[in-house]
Nanobody, 122 residues
Framework: QVQLVESGGGLVQPGGSLRLSCVAS????????MGWYRQAPGKQRELVAA???????NYADSVKGRFTISRDNAKSTVYLQMSSLKPEDTAVYYC????????????????WGQGTQVTVSS
């Protein structure tokens, strides 16, 4: 019984900024790496950014220098600050997390948000 809920998507002009949020809730013992993926129509889902519990980050080359991932462990929340947005950033963005539940002894990454649409257009 774990849920990831994203928010913050919308329509923005090229060069604009947007911040996505994802809150994890449920019978959670711990959260390991959290990340953001995106999927454009007709394309495969791709990793955008990831952040470990300790704060180490990784980014797709296409977003380096423009996007910043962060997290608040106390709030079980991960953020994606997107700046200098380009039309190619248009996609559905999904939150993902590695979570250990109350009943499980291992971490599972089979937890996804419902997706939030980001559209970059003038």
């Amino acid at each position: 019984q774990v849920q990831l809920v994203e928010s913050g998507g919308g329509l923005v002009q090229p060069g604009g900024s947007l911040r996505l949020s994802c809150v994890a809730s449920g019978s959670i013992v711990s959260i390991n790496t959290m990340g953001w993926y995106r999927q454009a129509p007709g394309k495969q889902r791709e990793l955008v950014a990831a952040i470990t519990r300790g704060g180490s980050t990784n980014y797709a080359d296409s977003v380096k220098g423009r996007f910043t991932i962060s997290r608040d462990n106390a709030k079980s929340t991960v953020y994606l600050q997107m700046s200098s947005l380009k039309p190619e950033d248009t996609a559905v963005y999904y939150c993902n997390a590695g979570i250990r539940t109350v009943v499980g002894g291992i971490v599972s990454y089979d937890y996804w948000g419902q997706g939030t649409q980001v559209t970059v257009s003038s």
